[in-house]
């Protein structure tokens, strides 16, 4: 499950401060962009992992466009993760359901792959 937010890159003494302004205590820092821009996708996944797992709903990312930046000293980038690294309880568990004949048909016929599909739906369902 892939989330995409805007972080703020901040230049300081000894390379970068990162925070993202949608995700509260999402921050870090790095010495040059290249780590930061892995040090802040972890960050990210961490925090956005801990809302998860505690029930909480994810924030709605900001548009990258719509931030105030000091062009002087800081820059906006969207930085991506994929939270399935970040969940502890990725155990799969085995559920049976029924659906009408005619979609089963179809959807096998298609390829479509009913764990996947049903685990995309939920995580839309919930927003998360």
Known sequence: MKKVYPAIFEKDPVGYGIYFPDIEGAVTQSKDIIEGLEVASDALGIMLGDLVENNK????????????????REFATLISVDLNDYLKDVQLDKKTIKIPHWLNVRATNEGINFSKTMSEALVQKLKI
Do not use: Q
């Open 57 to 72: 709903p994810l924030p709605k990312p900001t548009n990258i466009n719509d931030l105030s930046i000091d062009s002087e």
